[in-house]
Nanobody
């Protein structure tokens, strides 16, 4: 069974960091491009970052460039999203997607 499970969300203060994990089962992550999306209340889901399976290139939406970093641990079949210098506008449910699958999401809340 193909499955993606996110973890690592939480409530932190502005300027703090979080690392989200997306653990895959039922398929090998390194064979697929993997993306992180987020959806804030009342807003559409937006793409945050992705990593290409072809060449390992990474992409980021402008609002997170220089603060977020995506990486893959093939041995653990897990993708990470390191989020630094978090802002209140980063508050959202974060989802990972790949191999035609979506995770259930993990809540990230930035508040003082």
């Amino acid at each position: 069974q193909v499955q993606l499970v996110e973890s690592g969300g939480g409530l932190v203060q502005p300027g703090d960091s979080l690392r989200l994990s997306c653990a895959a089962s039922g398929f090998t992550l390194e064979n697929y491009s993997i993306a992180w999306f987020r959806q804030a209340p009342g807003k559409e889901r937006e793409g945050v970052s992705c990593i290409s399976s072809d060449d390992g290139r990474t992409y980021y939406t402008d609002s997170v460039k220089g603060r977020f970093s995506i990486s893959v641990n093939n041995a653990k079949n897990t993708v990470y999203l390191q989020m630094n210098r978090l802002k209140p506008e980063d508050t959202a449910v974060y989802y990972c997607s790949g191999g035609n699958s979506w995770g259930q999401g993990t809540q990230v809340t930035i508040s003082s």
